[in-house]
């Protein structure tokens, strides 16, 4: 009974996370004049895969690594399959051309080189350095290019017009985007423990836990947020959205 109570309730506060923080994205982007892509493929994707990092950490400390590494690859696997069709269902999902030159070329070569790395059966500690040094300068390179980007443009203006931005409502869309996230978490953590502890009852072993009912649990937030950005049709958050989180678990989940 208090597992499925923990099902809705966690339900509940995912679709009120998901939209406090696509409605505060949406808007920072404008005001920080960084492209509504790069939003999505860094801070909403950093923020709806912070349960797949907390559950792969706690895992990792648990020396359960079957479940880090399912959590991982099932989480890639429902991103792409489950989240990315279901918002092309909802909503038509224009594909920028930064997504098909940069960021899912990049996407499938750290897949393969994580399978690379893990033929051997071990990914070692100086291997998971490499994966967290990797998206730190893949965050700096995609902020800076955005940012580069925005300023060219600026300076096509007509006229010596300068673009004024937004910036009053910023400590706003800041506040929805923590609250959000924060929601976010809360509900996927509650879904989780109720799904965890129902497939635990019925004898599921561990790895098939991770790449199944955690997997796709962890992967809540980011349908979530997709759905909502697809339906608002914020289309590049909702691809970016997807993309930025498979990058942020081959090296920031895996890495730590």
Known sequence: MIAFLLLVVGLALLVAGAE??????????????????VIGLTV???????????????????AEPGIVIGNVVGSNIFNVLAIL??????????????LLRVDVPLMLALSLAVWLVCVDGMLAGW????????????????????????????????????????????GRDGAFVLAGLALLVWGAAWLVQGATELARVFGVG??????????????????????VAALRRHTDIAVGNVVGSNIFNLLAVLGA
């Open 20 to 37: 406090l923080l696509v409605r505060g994205a949406a808007s920072a982007a404008l005001a920080l004049g960084i492209s509504p892509l």
């Open 44 to 62: 909403v994707s950093y923020g709806t895969s912070a349960p797949e990092l907390v559950t792969g950490v706690i895992a990792a400390a648990r």
């Open 85 to 98: 069709g279901l918002a092309a269902v909802l909503a038509p999902l224009p594909v920028d051309r930064q």
């Open 127 to 170: 291997e998971g350095a490499l994966l967290l040094a990797g998206i730190l300068v893949y965050t700096v390179v995609t902020v800076r290019r955005s940012r580069r980007a925005a300023a060219e443009l600026e300076e096509r203006v007509s006229d010596g017009l300068r673009l004024e931005l937004p910036r009053r409502h910023l």
């Open 206 to 227: 561990e790895l098939v836990i991770g790449l199944t009912v955690v997997a796709a649990g962890t992967s809540l937030p980011e349908l979530a947020t997709s759905v």
